[in-house]
């Protein structure tokens, strides 16, 4: 088992940053694929960006540019700097985590095992 917090979230307007961070406890694996997804009301969880144990990291093409996903293997943290936020962006982030391998090119929610309690991130005009 594998255990996801998340923090970071908060209000920002838009134009600002945020930088969210996920800590991974429990099991230990050689090898992680770590994700994070956003959810605004009314609308389906979406893929943001994963990345590998190894650095390689995929994002969508609604954030690239703009936010960027980082980690610390050493203490099992992941990132997701958010630049020149949006009001679109406002929506619920959520870690997730895979053992083994990233599916590169795609991030989806069914690629990923378990999964954080969320982060509210709410951008302001």
């Known amino acids: 088992q594998l255990q996801l917090v998340e923090s970071g979230g908060g209000s920002v307007q838009a134009g600002g940053s945020l930088r969210l961070s996920c800590a991974a406890s429990?099991?230990?694996?050689?090898?992680?694929?770590m994700g994070w997804f956003r959810q605004a009301p009314g609308k389906e969880r979406e893929g943001v960006a994963h990345?590998?144990?190894?650095?390689?990291?995929t994002s969508a093409d609604s954030v690239k540019g703009r936010f960027a996903i980082s980690q610390d293997n050493g203490t099992n943290t992941v990132y997701l700097q958010m630049n020149s936020l949006k009001p679109e962006d406002t929506a619920m982030y959520y870690c997730?985590?895979?053992?083994?391998?990233?599916?590169?090119?795609?991030?989806?929610?069914?690629?990923?095992?378990?999964w954080g309690q969320g982060t509210q991130v709410t951008i302001s005009s």
């Open positions: 997730a985590a895979r053992p083994g391998g990233c599916y590169y090119g795609r991030v989806r929610t069914t690629d990923f095992t378990y």
């Open positions: 429990g099991e230990r694996y050689s090898a992680l694929c």
């Open positions: 990345i590998h144990t190894t650095g390689v990291a």
